[in-house]
């Protein structure tokens, strides 16, 4: 009852919510709660991630005072003489447990627990009594009104275009809220989130206030409380606070995205993290209401972000300092940033894409960053983190706030608690349909029912060893026969394409062809927008067999991006791989790649959760008095989400492949 009762509220909204209310997204996606996942790669991790990332993020916030924050607060409502203190570093700590709470309801929606879910119903009384009797809730100024956080400004709002982060808190209580409800039906946390939006709406709006949120989320929780209620005041105030951005002409507005009007922005600019949110918020708001100049903004700031500012591990963000967009082309590998947060920022950007349009190469860009710059932010373990990824290691240089290695938090620790509301949405991204049409986007062993035409309902399931080996089966099983498209997402690699844009390429091209049956034979199929559209009439127990050719092979970057010159990454499927000094001998910074080096992948059952080692033959290049020293040496690659899970080490991505651009041992 539960997950039936979950689906009517994320999709049905009151017809006379909005008065476009018949605009939505052209494509809808099928919730993670009606796909169950069956895959040797992804069941451990979402497992891992329900028993151990999430209680022990939750045991951190205890630890470091994030709870204690909002007891403090309930006090000072109880008793104003109360004196507290602020317990934690940041004003926006509050939000670490909104995210862990969404994690806990995505999880509670496929897996009751019914411990797990006493517990969040005692954070959410915690939480109710620290909220202020207006609806005002933000621990970091309810504690100690006369003396708040140094961020948050003498007032309420009057820093909230910078530093403050009080709508933010605001956007993931409200997208706690809003997953807690539909996963249990209880409006314990909505009914807290609710009355907070009406304070946003009784404060921000024309006539109002009208600052521009200083770190965007808010308008994306607001969507969501608006999909639940049908309230236009809602939506209303999402729109504004785009609408709102770029009140004048101000280039030190970036890193906000405040700088000019959204819908005048083209390139991908500031925060990273920030940026990912907005632009999902934008896409959210374009789709429910038709705005078409919302629409080309986006579609212009995608096509700057993928064509110059993405990594090769679907990383974005490479400047550590702001942790933001660089230059155009500006992709550093040592201090390359890639905070986790922003990887999964531009999954759901680049999901909302694939909804508006329907074009597969949303999805390409998704599953790079998913199997790479986004699952590298965990270790295997489910209890230790990166906040920033970069695409090599010397050993000295320190990243991710100070270490050299993963940690179990961080002071800053939106990235942990991200990954704990992520990973369980996982199965939300496998499969997708419109009226007549059923996606198929990821190849996740799993299975899901669905309704096409709002009448015929068909089961879809899928079994594979992908990302090791590009066989699939499809199965699809229509209630009964009936005449239907079934779109498989043909990936770009596999079409010689690494990115859709020419930021990357394949050294050379692969002539192997995909493979498409139905029923053992050879059908008849189109290719739109980068997917294999079968239009036939289905019926019971149909199985499509998909065979994707997975060589291994080089990457080269763009002649503009100095840092990738000469150099090359080893790439199979969806997989970018790397060199640790671990299986290397120590030192992977001189090794280079002949161009004739023939390598070979072999799986290893036991190795750092089962994974492909692609193996070969390489050259060890180091200085001597008078000439450079050529020794072949065997070198072990991995995949690049894997690294940092056997301690300190060295790590490359990009390998030279020519002696002179060598630089004994810097970087």
């Known amino acids: 009852m539960r997950l039936l009762f979950f689906f009517l509220s ?106 797990l879910e006493k517990y969040v119903d005692s954070l959410i009384t915690i939480i109710g009594k620290a909220q202020e009797p207006d609806g005002y809730l933000y621990t970091a100024r309810t504690i100690d009104p006369a003396h708040p956080h140094p961020w948050s400004g003498a007032q309420r709002w009057v820093n909230e275009s910078k530093l403050s982060h009080e709508t933010y808190d605001s956007g993931h209580l409200f997208e706690a809220a809003a997953a807690y409800y539909q996963a249990t039906g209880k409006r314990n946390l909505l009914d807290i989130a609710l009355k907070n939006a009406d304070l946003l709406c009784r404060v921000f709006g024309p006539g109002k206030r009208d600052d521009a ?20 005041k809602y939506l209303n105030l999402a729109k504004f606070f785009i609408d709102c951005r770029g009140k004048k002409i101000d280039p030190s507005r970036a890193y906000w995205q405040d700088q000019e009007p959204v819908i005048d922005q083209t390139e991908a600019v500031g925060h990273a993290v920030r940026a990912g949110y907005l632009y999902s918020g934008v896409a959210d708001v374009a789709a429910l ?75 390409d860009v998704l599953e790079r960053t998913l199997y790479n710059g986004l699952l590298s932010g ?22 991710n706030q100070g270490s050299l290695t993963r940690q179990p938090w961080f ?98 091209p692969d002539h192997h062809q995909f493979v498409l049956k139905v029923n053992g034979k050879i059908v008849p199929y189109t290719i739109k927008k980068g997917y294999a559209v079968i239009k036939r009439t289905w019926v019971k127990n149909d199985l499509i067999e998909l065979n994707l050719p997975m060589p291994i092979r080089r990457v080269v970057a763009n002649s503009k991006v100095i840092n990738d010159k000469n150099k090359v990454v080893i790439e199979r499927g969806p997989i970018v791989y790397c060199l640790e000094g671990i299986d290397n001998g120590g030192d992977v910074s001189n090794i280079e790649l002949p161009d004739d080096t ?22 060890v290049v180091k200085p001597s008095n008078k000439e450079q020293i050529n020794q072949i040496c065997k070198i072990k690659a991995i995949p690049y989400y894997a690294w940092s899970n056997r301690g300190i080490n060295e790590m490359e991505v990009w390998i030279p492949c020519k002696s002179t651009e060598i630089s004994h041992g810097t970087k």
């Open 378 to 399: 965990v270790s295997l373990s489910g209890d230790k983190f990166f906040y920033a990824n970069p695409l090599s290691c010397n050993g000295k240089y320190k990243f």
């Open 598 to 619: 023939k390598l070979k992948a072999t799986f290893y059952p036991d190795l750092l959760g089962g994974i492909d080692v692609i193996t070969g033959e390489a050259k």
């Open 213 to 232: 949120p200083g770190h965007e989320i808010v308008e994306m929780g607001l969507v969501r409380l608006y999909r639940i209620t049908g309230e236009t």
């Open 10 to 115: 994320l999709f049905l909204l009151p017809f006379n919510s909005f008065a476009q209310s018949a605009i939505d997204y052209p494509i809808q996606g099928v919730p993670f709660n009606k796909v169950t996942i069956s895959d040797h790669f992804w069941l451990p991790r979402i497992d891992t991630n329900r028993t151990v990332t999430i209680p022990s993020s939750f045991k951190k916030c205890e630890e470091t005072g994030r709870v204690e924050n909002f007891v403090l607060a309930g006090k000072k409502n109880a008793d104003p003489n109360f004196k507290g203190k602020f317990q934690t570093k940041f004003p926006f700590d509050d939000t670490d447990i909104y995210k862990i709470i969404e994690g806990s309801a995505y999880s509670l929606a496929v897996h009751p627990d019914p411990r």
């Open 289 to 363: 209401t038709g705005d078409k100049p919302y629409l080309l903004a986006i579609d212009k700031i995608w096509d700057n972000m993928v064509s110059k500012k993405y990594y090769i591990t679907g990383g974005i963000g490479a400047v550590p300092d702001g942790e933001r967009f660089g230059d155009n082309y500006q992709l550093p590998n040592l201090t390359a940033y890639n905070e986790t947060c922003a990887a999964i920022a531009n999954v759901f950007w680049n999901y909302r894409m694939f909804l508006l349009h329907g074009d597969a190469k949303y999805i």
């Open 411 to 508: 002071d800053c620790s939106c990235c942990p608690t991200n990954m704990c509301r992520f990973m369980p949405s996982l199965p939300g991204y496998i499969y997708a349909r419109n009226k007549d049409s059923l996606y198929v986007n990821l190849f996740v062993g799993s299975s899901a029912t669905l309704n096409l035409n709002g009448r015929n309902q068909v089961t879809v399931s899928q079994k594979t060893d992908y990302p090791w080996n590009g066989n699939d089966k499809i199965s699809i099983n229509p209630e009964k026969k009936s005449r239907f498209s079934v779109c498989v997402r043909i990936p770009g690699w596999v079409e010689n394409h690494p990115v859709p844009s020419n930021l990357y390429a394949f050294e050379t």
